[in-house]
């Protein structure tokens, strides 16, 4: 399933998996294996994870790394290989209004905005974008 670290210095684990759809499920897997034990019910998490990492996968086109911190709170950390454009930053400040029912796409962002207690966006040194969240 990747490259999967030991816990770092800030006390995450993390893993690495290619730019392809099944690895939404493994990051999915990945963080469900690591906050079980912290969280009673870690189902917004691990929806919140897999919104974000189908992101990297449909729009970045990039390997992606996931690191989940135990905290309190509990933090995800989703890092991609492409630069944050403007728009984008401005969708992860401001949010994102939930899209018309009838629409087939574009509540990933405004679900996790509405399930977390904080979303951000960071640029990662080296090169691309960590987008996180906290619960």
Known sequence: MGNVGD???RGARSVTLPAELRSVAKARHF???TVTSWLDDPSDVLLM???LVANV???AETEVAVSVRRGPPVRVEVHDGVAATEAFRE?????????DPSSPGGRGLALVRALSSRI???DDPGGGKVVWFEC
């Open 57 to 59: 996968v449909r729009h």
């Open 91 to 99: 969708l992860i400040g401001v949010g994102v209004a939930m899209p």
């Open 7 to 9: 816990v770092d210095a």
């Open 120 to 122: 951000g966006l960071d």
């Open 31 to 33: 963080v469900a294996e």
């Open 49 to 51: 994870t897999s919104e």
